[in-house]
């Protein structure tokens, strides 16, 4: 029987980290994507390395694009300040466009793969309020990939998954204990230092910070302080 194939995009973070898990125990063989794109927290491409290896990904790729050459957000202009207090309507830590372009890229290996699965760890409630990550987004993704590309016009049909997208930090650090991911390996902090300790003050550590209490699971993170 072929093992069926699936692209996981993979950031190095908690979510993406589950999500590449989840993936793998449906039986997919996984084709792991991850993307220096400018990114201030670099120190999240060593944790996608160290994740895609301890859960299995078949093969890991990390491609180089330019994101950072346009600015606009505090991941990829350090002269933008990483907000360290929750913040009204969306925050200066989203990226534009970002999903948009790893899912096109991730689509694209898809095709040339032969898989019609892509995989994506994205979050609508325990988030930043990001636009790409809504399920209406990925709804129209998946429609746009099925309209432009060989393998939709010629009957093929792309699936994006988001297993985590109404699922809160808790449950989600709960699956992924359940299917053995080592938390440890991750780093979800928007401002890291290069050693991958944690600010413990951003947006993505709060909410990494208080899944791990609701789940009652011990808080694997190194914090810098």
Not at 10 to 31: F, H, P, R
Not at 65 to 73: A, M, Q, V
Not at 182 to 197: F, M, Q
Request: aromatic letters at 8%; one cysteine or more; hydrophobic letters at 40%.
């Amino acid at each position: 029987m072929t093992t069926k194939k699936a692209v996981v995009l993979l950031s190095g973070g908690l979510d993406s980290a589950t999500t590449l898990a989840i993936a793998k125990s449906q039986g997919y063989a996984c084709y792991a994507l991850s993307f220096d794109y400018g990114q201030r927290h670099s120190a999240e491409l060593d944790a996608a390395r160290r994740v895609a290896q301890s859960i299995g990904a078949i093969e890991h790729k990390i491609i180089r694009i330019g994101l950072g050459e346009f600015g606009g957000s505090a991941l990829t202009d350090t002269n933008i300040a990483v907000p360290e207090t929750p913040q009204e309507d969306i925050p200066v830590t989203y990226v534009p466009a970002r999903n948009t372009v790893f899912l096109a890229f991730a689509l694209g290996w898809a095709e040339v793969l032969g898989s019609t699965d892509i995989f994506i760890g994205v979050n609508a409630v325990d988030y930043s309020g990001y636009p790409d990550c809504r399920p209406e987004y990925i709804q129209a993704f998946e429609h746009l990939a099925n309209l432009a590309t060989k393998a939709g016009v010629e009957g093929s049909r792309f699936k994006v998954h988001a297993p985590l997208i109404t699922l809160k930090k808790a449950e989600i650090i709960r699956i992924g204990t359940d299917l053995g991911v080592d938390y440890s390996l991750t780093v979800s902090c928007y401002s890291a230092d290069e050693e991958g300790r944690a600010c413990g003050v951003c947006d993505s550590c709060r909410f990494r910070k208080a899944g791990f209490v609701e789940a009652g699971v011990a808080d694997p993170t190194r914090y810098r302080a």
